[in-house]
């Protein structure tokens, strides 16, 4: 396998992404389950994003990945290379850490070419690749520096020029933007999309930002209690959650009590706030487990909800706040019965009518929500 | 004055004295090693080149009798293998802790400073109990019937260099296991993400991200060993005299103390040269 990376590094076949299967992995702490039965499979050249809270085991999942954490049982499949008792050094997979992990005593290039060194390549083959490989993150300059000279984004720079020298199948990334600042973070991540798209590695990346993971990737697998809740498309997994919990991690979202009011083969009726909506089946999230009587959970996102002139089917409560965010607005408001929603307006709608403070009514788009059942 | 009035407050607030009241706590400590360590120190000094009259004999003589040359060689040569030894022997176990968590880090950690605690003349009679002629080594080693008559342990070379070893290692540890401690634990684990064994990830990585621990270390150890008395005077016969011994026998058995004098010059000499040139070698190898 060693000779595979060595040859693709020495530029005889151009750098691909290979799948890997993840198949019945779980691990345990002690009594801890960190990891639970997870079963994944990343296409080759996909980006894939572990999204999830601290202690959801994506980190745990990760490390199993890069062969620091032994699973407890099931399997890693790396295209056709069975993994799952590989070292970690034996795997030729790239990996980036949160907070960069460059080797303090070396200097940039020195850092660079060590994954090269490991390989056994000689000198004159190893310094045009670490050239290349600075040139990609836009660094070439900054070889003959040591670590600590540059800044964090550099760092962070240099970091995936190491892990991508060697030309690996695979990228891991365990946070690595976490340590930087937003405008810094924005960024990277067109930095790190640009290199995936041009590379055409697979790229797993763990983090707990919605944001960041909706923005970059191809798929997110969604992670809680060491389980992946839900695996979907950023657009999937923002439309169609199949969880109140996936629901309220991803993007922002409204939650409101109804009651089922009417049912069909089609169509649910729910009471929310005094007011009947009606709503697709295929709206349901989860758990099919409608009765008449039984209480659901609507949620809405807050581009859903609109403020509206008239009481007339809609939502009343009061203005308690207004949060402007450049192109839009967010309306906090509280309705009659408690709850607090958040509803999005168009900045150019200033003028809408809405108070800034004061009596509103919130109109819902019944076609927008979804709908979980049986939960709580 | 209106503005030495606000830095004063400034560092009154920020928790720092100034500087005319830092000095005043630090006087008692000042004066007692003044008055007891640096006075004398420069008296004896002072006698070795002024009998009363200026005079280099009391150097002279050590330059011309070669046992002298010798026994100063002998002691370089017994702190530097203590050193070696000390490092061989200390750095795993300053290893071993930096890697255990909880209650086992804290048991090693006692069986390290343990001893550091205990007297050093308790921990030297200590190896004159396991050496000596009927001591436990030999008793034992008779009893199994590996030897038939008992070795001579203790008084020796060998005794002196591990008894020194034991008495000082700490000193090795503890420097290492703070520097050790302080690599970031990531960069083991993207060293071998990269392609490096255990092994390789040791040498290439954690061994020169310790080595300002393992300077700290050797050079307590050195210059610690350099001076030490009690361990060779004890655990040492007449024919491993060191210099500190030799000072010793000056001062209370001869009462020469302008030779006394003399020979602790040159110590001193020599192990602050020591020490430079080690600094010098250790910065080289940084390749800083």
Redesign the interface.
Known sequence: M?SDVLQASRGLSPPKGEAIAIKGISKRFGSIVGVDNVDLHVEAGEFLSLLGPSGSGKTTLLMML???ETPSSGSITLGSRDLTHV???K?????V?Q?Y?????MSVAQNVA??LK??GLAKAEIAPLVEQALARVRLQDYGGRAPAQLSGGQQQRVAVA??LV?QPPVLLMDEPLGALDKKLREELQIEIKTLHASLGVTIIYVTHDQEEALTMSDRIAVMDKGRIQQLGSPVSLYHEPNSSFVADFIGKMNFLKGIVSGLDDRSIAITVSGQTISVARSQLGGRDDVAIGRPVQIAARPESLSPTQNGEGAIAGDIETTIFLGSHRTLIVRSDDGTQLQVQVPSSHRDSGVEQRGRAFVRLDPGAVRVFAGED | MANATVAATDRATAGQLSRPASLTLALPLILLLGLAFLLPVAKLLWGSVFTPSPTAENYLRIVQEPIFLKILLRTVQTAAVVTCLAFVLGYPVALVMSKLGGRAAMLVAACVLIPLWTSVLVRSYAWIVLLQRTGVVNSTLMSWGVINEPLKLIYTEGAVIVAMTHVLMPYMILPIFSSLRSI?P??D?????????PW??FI??TL??SLPGIYAGSIMVFILALGFYVTPALVGGPQNLTIATLIGQQTTELLNWPFAGALAGVLLVVTLGLVGLFRRFLRFG?GA
Do not use: D, Q, W, Y
């Open positions: 060693s890069a062969g620091f070292p970690p050094n795997r030729g997979i790239g990996m850490f907070r992990a460059l080797f303090p005593h060590f994954p490991m390989r190491r892990a060697f | 970031p990531e960069l684990r993207a060293a071998r993400n990269l392609g490096a064994g390789t990830s290439a990585v020169p991200l940084k």
